[in-house]
Protein backbone atom coordinates (compact mmCIF):
# COMPACT_ATOMS: atom_id res chain seq x y z
CA UNK A 1 0.00 0.00 0.00
CA UNK A 2 1.31 3.66 -0.76
CA UNK A 3 0.82 6.28 1.84
CA UNK A 4 0.19 9.50 0.24
CA UNK A 5 0.33 13.22 2.28
CA UNK A 6 -1.96 16.11 1.66
CA UNK A 7 1.21 17.46 -0.30
CA UNK A 8 1.24 14.38 -3.08
CA UNK A 9 -2.33 15.19 -4.11
CA UNK A 10 -1.83 15.16 -7.76
CA UNK A 11 -2.33 18.85 -9.07
CA UNK A 12 -5.82 17.78 -11.15
CA UNK A 13 -7.43 17.81 -7.29
CA UNK A 14 -7.10 20.63 -5.28
CA UNK A 15 -6.51 20.12 -1.33
CA UNK A 16 -9.10 22.58 -0.78
CA UNK A 17 -11.76 20.32 -2.71
CA UNK A 18 -11.17 17.75 -0.53
CA UNK A 19 -10.05 18.37 2.85
CA UNK A 20 -12.12 20.93 4.28
CA UNK A 21 -14.86 20.92 6.39
CA UNK A 22 -17.11 22.38 3.82
CA UNK A 23 -15.87 19.87 1.29
CA UNK A 24 -18.04 17.52 -1.09
CA UNK A 25 -16.79 14.48 1.18
CA UNK A 26 -19.29 14.81 3.77
CA UNK A 27 -20.15 11.26 3.48
CA UNK A 28 -18.36 7.65 4.52
CA UNK A 29 -19.37 6.40 0.57
CA UNK A 30 -18.32 9.88 -0.83
CA UNK A 31 -14.50 9.47 1.44
CA UNK A 32 -14.26 5.91 0.26
CA UNK A 33 -14.97 6.86 -3.80
CA UNK A 34 -12.22 9.64 -3.20
CA UNK A 35 -9.73 6.82 -1.94
CA UNK A 36 -10.56 4.72 -4.72
CA UNK A 37 -10.01 7.32 -7.01
CA UNK A 38 -6.95 8.76 -5.72
CA UNK A 39 -5.17 5.11 -5.58
CA UNK A 40 -5.74 4.79 -9.20
CA UNK A 41 -4.00 8.38 -9.38
CA UNK A 42 -0.74 7.03 -7.46
CA UNK A 43 -0.95 3.74 -9.23
CA UNK A 44 -1.03 5.68 -12.58
CA UNK A 45 1.77 7.56 -11.62
CA UNK A 46 3.74 6.26 -9.48
CA UNK A 47 3.20 2.25 -9.39
CA UNK A 48 4.89 -0.81 -10.42
CA UNK A 49 3.86 -1.67 -14.21
CA UNK A 50 0.66 -3.67 -13.72
CA UNK A 51 -0.65 -1.86 -11.53
CA UNK A 52 -0.26 1.25 -13.46
CA UNK A 53 -2.19 -0.66 -16.23
CA UNK A 54 -4.97 -1.43 -13.42
CA UNK A 55 -5.47 1.91 -12.89
CA UNK A 56 -5.51 2.99 -16.62
CA UNK A 57 -7.43 -0.02 -17.89
CA UNK A 58 -10.06 1.50 -14.68
CA UNK A 59 -10.11 4.77 -15.98
CA UNK A 60 -10.74 4.17 -19.59
CA UNK A 61 -13.76 1.83 -18.65
CA UNK A 62 -11.71 -1.41 -19.54
CA UNK A 63 -12.75 -3.44 -16.49
CA UNK A 64 -15.66 -5.57 -16.30
CA UNK A 65 -16.94 -6.58 -12.71
CA UNK A 66 -15.29 -3.02 -10.80
CA UNK A 67 -17.29 -2.61 -8.00
CA UNK A 68 -17.74 1.22 -9.92
CA UNK A 69 -17.02 3.11 -12.59
CA UNK A 70 -14.46 5.62 -13.03
CA UNK A 71 -17.17 8.26 -14.66
CA UNK A 72 -19.22 7.24 -11.72
CA UNK A 73 -17.06 7.71 -9.13
CA UNK A 74 -16.07 10.88 -11.04
CA UNK A 75 -19.99 12.12 -10.85
CA UNK A 76 -20.04 10.86 -7.29
CA UNK A 77 -17.25 13.49 -6.39
CA UNK A 78 -18.44 16.45 -8.92
CA UNK A 79 -15.61 15.69 -11.22
CA UNK A 80 -15.66 16.48 -14.73
CA UNK A 81 -14.93 12.79 -15.63
CA UNK A 82 -12.92 12.89 -19.91
CA UNK A 83 -11.52 16.02 -18.96
CA UNK A 84 -9.81 14.54 -15.84
CA UNK A 85 -9.07 11.61 -17.62
CA UNK A 86 -7.33 13.16 -20.29
CA UNK A 87 -5.57 15.63 -18.15
CA UNK A 88 -4.48 12.66 -15.87
CA UNK A 89 -3.48 10.97 -19.07
CA UNK A 90 -1.51 14.13 -20.00
CA UNK A 91 0.14 14.36 -16.84
CA UNK A 92 2.07 10.98 -16.75
CA UNK A 93 5.67 10.31 -17.47
CA UNK A 94 6.78 8.32 -20.66
CA UNK A 95 8.78 5.16 -20.02
CA UNK A 96 12.06 5.99 -18.37
CA UNK A 97 11.04 9.57 -17.16
CA UNK A 98 11.00 10.10 -13.30
CA UNK A 99 8.46 12.41 -12.07
CA UNK A 100 8.33 15.08 -9.62
CA UNK A 101 5.76 14.77 -6.02
CA UNK A 102 3.89 17.80 -8.46
CA UNK A 103 4.09 15.46 -11.62
CA UNK A 104 6.85 17.15 -13.83
CA UNK A 105 9.31 15.65 -15.03
CA UNK A 106 13.18 16.01 -13.39
CA UNK A 107 16.01 16.88 -15.06
CA UNK A 108 18.16 13.89 -15.76
CA UNK A 109 20.42 14.58 -13.30
CA UNK A 110 17.64 14.79 -10.46
CA UNK A 111 15.97 11.43 -11.77
CA UNK A 112 19.69 9.89 -11.69
CA UNK A 113 19.60 10.71 -7.67
CA UNK A 114 16.22 9.80 -7.22
Do not use: Y
Not at 15 to 29: D, G, H, K, R, Y
Not at 54 to 64: F, K, M, N, P, Q
Not at 81 to 108: M, N
Amino acid sequence: MVRVTQSEVPGTILPVQFFTQTALLNTPEKRLIFAVMLDAIVQLRHGDADAAVDAERWIRGETEGAPISFPLACDALGIEARGFARRLFAERAPPGVARGVRGRALPQRAAARG
